[in-house]
């Protein structure tokens, strides 16, 4: 969800002028997901499913 919001704001950035860093903050919040599900799944002893650009 988060990683798609990130690619409407750089589409709403394209069009219109966004405050300073919403991008970038954007994006280290998807990140910061990411790797946070990574980790629970790693200590909950679930296999990590690779990501693939589809």
Do not use: H, T
Not at 22 to 51: C, K, Q, T
Request: glycine share 6%; with cysteine.
């Amino acid at each position: 969800v988060c990683r798609r919001a990130e690619r409407s704001v750089v589409a709403l950035g394209q069009k219109e002028p966004l405050a300073p860093g919403i991008i970038r903050y954007m994006n280290r919040l998807s990140d910061l997901l990411f790797v946070w599900a990574r980790l629970e799944n790693s200590r909950a002893g679930l296999a990590d499913v690779p990501w693939s650009q589809e």
